[in-house]
C-alpha cells in the first residue's frame, strides 16, 4: 500500500485537475455556458452565454449555423447545382430574444433576385420598401407573413422589416429561384432598405445580426 503521503499528493492533483476537465468537456460542447470568447474552443463562439456557431466564419458545428444552440435543426439533405452540393435544411435555429442570424442582400423587384413575386402577397416590392425573407423553418410555412421583425447589427443599429416571402432552405438551383442555390438555415434576406437603415455596406454581401418578432 502507497504512503499516506503519495495517497495525500495524489488526492490533491485530482482535485486540481476536475475543475479543469469540467472547462475542457464545456469548451468543446455547443450549447455549454460561457462568459468570454475564450471558453469555447475552436471557431465557436460565445453568444448568449452559450457556445455556438460563429456566423461571421459561418462553421456548421452544432448542425445548422448561426448560432443554432444544441444541434436542434439537423441537415435534411443535400442538393446538387452546377457541380457544387449544398446542404438544405426543412428547419431553422430556435427563435429567441436576439436570434443570431446572417444578413443576405436581396432585390423584391420585378425581374430582381428572387425571380417570382413574394410568397406572401403575391406581390414585387421596391427596394425602398423595408422587407424581408427568412429561411424555411423562421418562414414556417408562412405563419409570420406581413408580420415585422425587428432586426440589430453589430454596429449597435436597428431597424424593423416586414417578412414578404421565403428564403427557401429546401430547394433552388432552378428558374423558380432564379437559379440560386438553396438559402442556408439561419438566413435574413433584407432589401437595399433594410441595409440602408443599418447602416451597412451592401457590398459586404453577408454580415451576422439578431432578430426578434417586433
Known amino acids: 500500500m502507497a504512503p499516506p503521503s503519495v495517497l495525500l499528493g495524489s488526492l490533491c492533483s485530482l482535485i486540481f485537475f476536475l475543475p479543469l476537465l469540467s472547462t475542457v468537456s464545456a ?16 471557431q ?4 448568449n452565454g452559450k457556445c455556438n456557431d460563429d456566423p461571421d466564419v459561418g462553421t456548421h458545428i452544432c448542425g445548422g449555423g448561426g448560432g ?5 435543426c ?10 457544387e452540393s449544398y446542404p438544405t435544411y426543412r428547419c431553422s435555429p430556435p427563435v429567441t430574444s436576439a436570434t443570431p442570424a446572417v444578413l443576405t442582400n436581396n432585390d423584391f423587384s ?39 421583425i425587428r432586426i440589430t447589427a453589430r454596429n449597435g443599429r436597428s431597424t424593423t422589416a416586414k417578412v414578404v416571402d421565403e428564403c427557401d432552405s429546401m430547394n433552388g438551383c432552378d428558374k423558380e429561384h432564379d437559379y440560386q442555390p438553396p438559402c442556408r438555415n439561419n438566413v435574413v434576406d433584407g432589401s437595399d432598405a433594410v441595409w440602408n437603415a443599418l447602416g451597412l455596406n451592401i457590398d459586404d454581401g453577408v454580415v451576422p445580426i439578431t432578430w426578434v418578432m417586433a
Do not use: F, K
Not at 443554432?68 to 436542434?72: A, E, I
Not at 439537423?74 to 457541380?83: A, H, I, Y
Open 68 to 72: 443554432s444552440g444544441g444541434g436542434s
Open 110 to 148: 420585378e425581374g430582381g433576385d428572387g425571380g417570382g413575386p413574394s410568397e406572401c402577397d403575391e406581390r414585387y416590392h421596391s427596394n425602398s420598401e423595408r422587407v424581408v425573407a427568412l429561411s424555411t423553418g423562421w418562414y414556417s410555412g408562412g405563419s409570420r407573413c406581413n408580420r415585422m
Open 27 to 42: 469548451q468543446v460542447s455547443c450549447g455549454g455556458s460561457c462568459s468570454t470568447l475564450n471558453d469555447c474552443a475552436g
Open 74 to 83: 439537423q441537415q435534411s439533405g443535400t442538393l446538387q447545382c452546377r457541380g
Open 44 to 47: 465557436l463562439i460565445c453568444i
